[in-house]
């Protein structure tokens, strides 16, 4: 059994429950961590066994076999390209960056380099959700509504549209993911905020966000952000096909038809170990199961981007139909008058 070595980029609440995870593998190996707090990745490569590193050109230097760059969206661009460089396999947490240029400049550089990536989507990785595709395999979508209603995270940068993208870009883009993965592409969005923030200090997000989306195979949805609340509300989406109602969301999927209702339950922590396990088994070799490669991922970058633009600016933005490495500004993108 091949022997995988890890590093990690990040110390935070997200890198820490990667590290959680793969130290339960018995063929992964944490070689250690790098984040801008020498204390942070101290502590949290003391925890699984590994070093911490003063920068991503030692943690490179040190020969991982796979990378994890768990940063902040303000943050990505520069490690990316380190790693690329590099030639090592890279895991990417969403969103993959706070614009579009960044993510686009890092998605070419994967593609020239072809490396082997994965971001994670976890979700896609929830068999409810394989479950709902069988289920969607012979009726079509005529549509579907998301929502991801929630509090504000408790990090200080979440708050700022430029380090985090806002809630649609970091919160919401799970169920954009998942709408794009079971209902289709989306070819034009119409988004309004309510230009007020929520009562956090510094904040300059839209507080609340509604959205509607026109999809290539005729399908229409909608889209509600919100990040007023105390609590986590709801998050996920439902889906109406010819007589069959989905209702989805990381703990489990609803099925309504003619047959009448019925409740399959949801296991999101294994859909948090399928996604490192599936990057694992594709760096080592023995398996193929990654299922939102970087430039998948870029998709839902730019739909969620171009509901926060389309919310921004008031008007309807329209989305590319080509290859999803195809940088938006030549595949056709368009803010209408």
Known sequence: MRTCRVGLVGAGGVAQRHARVLSGFEDVELLGVHDVSRDA?????????GRSFVDVEELLAAGPDAVYVCVPPFAHGPVE?????????????????????????????????RLLTAVGHHWRYLHVVERAREL?????????????????????WWAVRDRSGGP????????LDLVRSLVGEAVEVTAYGDGSPPPVEGADIDSVTAATLRFANGAV????AACVLTWKHRAGLEIIADGLVLSLAEDGLVIRDADGERRIESDPDGARIAVDRA??????????????????????????????????????????????????????VSVDA
């Open 279 to 332: 990057f694992i088994d594709a760096v080592t070799g023995v398996g193929d199961d990654v299922r939102v490669p970087y430039a998948e991922a870029m998709r839902t970058q730019r739909l969620a981007l171009a509901v926060a633009e389309s919310a921004r600016t008031g008007r309807a933005v329209t989305l590319p139909t080509g290859p999803a490495s195809v940088p938006l500004a030549t595949a056709g």
């Open 221 to 224: 949805g909608t889209l509600a």
């Open 168 to 175: 649609v870009v970091e919160q919401a883009a799970h169920v």
């Open 41 to 49: 990745a101290t502590e949290l490569a003391g925890a699984y066994g």
């Open 81 to 113: 390209e380190a790693v690329i460089a590099a030639g090592v396999p890279m895991f990417v947490e969403k969103p993959v960056a706070v614009d579009l240029e960044t993510a686009e400049r890092i998605a070419a550089l994967v593609q020239e380099k």
């Open 136 to 156: 969607l395999a012979d009726r079509p979508v005529r549509m579907v509504n998301g929502s991801w209603l929630d509090k504000v995270p408790p990090v200080a």
